[in-house]
């Protein structure tokens, strides 16, 4: 199946199971990059630009507007989950079903059915988005080519279980570091165990309180909690390391650096020896109050939620560019082995960015 041109005649849930049939791995995305662009490159309405394995489309019809439909082409790993399973139920099964093959079938319906939107419309298929951020292919897009980008208001087409859902938490990982001294475990009063050092640190995040800002009517939820500890020589060998590898999630009122100095005052008196920022990817405020997100609200319909996961939301928002989530696919079955999407919410949300795009 991964040898075939993609079918963009299908619908669109046909088409979501064609796109996890190609297995597109983060680091493993140029079949179906090419894929993509091939398809879309028969158009004769769209141009199509390429950078490394990521593929932009546009029309240029004059329009007052410019808006972006943008969505990675990359998942998880595989778990046993490809190729792509329909039950009689109407649900899709396989790896990124949810997340999100189905909001990028939705693009590809657009960018094939659509050929005279109201607005001009940029498609954006970028690869690595499930892994480091210095990988991200809208990232390398935004600095190579940033006349790509240029719009008035981005649809991110991640999973939101068809809601929209504003702005997007950030996300901090920060290594903790404490030292000890290295001994024989028969002798260990002789060393210093960094290990037991680090027992300050797991209390303070085992009482930590987190805010639950309201922002633009949304309720964020901030979360610090560790996610990895490290430590150990041999198992007759005091440790002399231990790494407590924690992440923030915070809300989108906090900056960069307010979010790093907060961290650093959680952990100011734990003994932490070394305080290492790994990864870094800032929030995005809601925006919804913007005419293009509002009028985008208005004509999907339902009632706004927060994103608390992070998305590329934050990196159009750092271009200056309002964006929301919304997606078919429920974002708590992403990442999942039995990650699926109902082949319904995939239809409904083609018509509805239809409608919008067409009124």
């Known amino acids: 199946m991964a040898d075939s041109p993609l079918d963009l005649t299908l ?3 046909q088409l979501t199971a064609q796109l996890v049939d190609f297995p597109s791995e983060s680091g493993n995305e140029k079949p179906l990059a090419d894929a993509i662009e091939t398809a879309l490159r028969a158009l004769p309405h769209l141009t199509v630009d390429r950078y490394g394995n990521n593929v932009v489309a546009r029309t240029d ?44 079938a939705v693009q590809l319906r657009i960018a094939a059915t659509v050929p005279a939107p109201n607005r001009d419309l940029t498609l954006v298929f970028y690869d690595n988005e499930e892994v480091a951020a210095d990988l991200n292919g809208l990232k390398h897009v935004a600095e190579a080519h940033p006349e790509w980008l240029r719009g008035d208001f981005a649809v991110l087409l991640e999973p939101s279980d068809g809601q929209v859902e504003g702005g997007c938490q950030g996300t901090l990982r920060v290594l903790l570091k404490t030292k000890g001294e290295r001994a024989h ?3 260990g009063w002789m060393g210093s165990n960094a290990i037991h ?12 309180q987190p805010r639950h800002p309201v922002i633009d009517g949304l309720e964020y939820r901030e979360g610090l909690n560790a996610v990895r500890i490290s430590g150990g020589v041999a198992g007759n060998v005091i440790p002399d390391e231990c790494v407590v590898t924690v992440n923030f999630r915070y809300a989108p009122d906090r900056t960069e650096q307010e979010a790093i100095a907060h961290v650093r005052e959680v952990f100011a008196d734990c003994g932490v020896t070394d305080f290492v920022v790994d990864d870094h990817s800032p929030g995005a405020l ?12 208005e004509a999907v319909g339902g009632t706004p939620q927060p994103k608390y996961g992070w998305t590329d939301v934050s990196r159009f928002s750092a271009l ?22 109902e082949t319904a919410k995939i239809v409904a949300g083609e018509e509805r960015l239809r409608a919008w795009l067409t009124a």
């Open 11 to 13: 619908d669109a849930a």
């Open 286 to 297: 809601p925006g919804l109050s913007h005419p293009a997100a509002a009028a985008f609200v």
């Open 185 to 187: 475990s028969a002798r």
């Open 320 to 341: 200056g560019i309002p964006a929301v989530n919304y997606g078919p696919g429920n974002p708590h079955l992403a990442h999942r082995r039995d990650e699926r999407v």
């Open 197 to 208: 050092a680090a027992a300050p640190i797991l209390a303070r995040l085992a009482s930590y």
């Open 61 to 104: 019809l004059g329009r007052s507007q410019r808006v972006i439909l943008a969505g990675h082409i990359d998942t998880v790993p595989i778990a046993g989950n490809v190729p792509s399973r329909l039950d009689g139920d109407g649900v899709l099964w396989g790896c990124g079903t949810c997340d999100m093959k189905a909001g990028v």
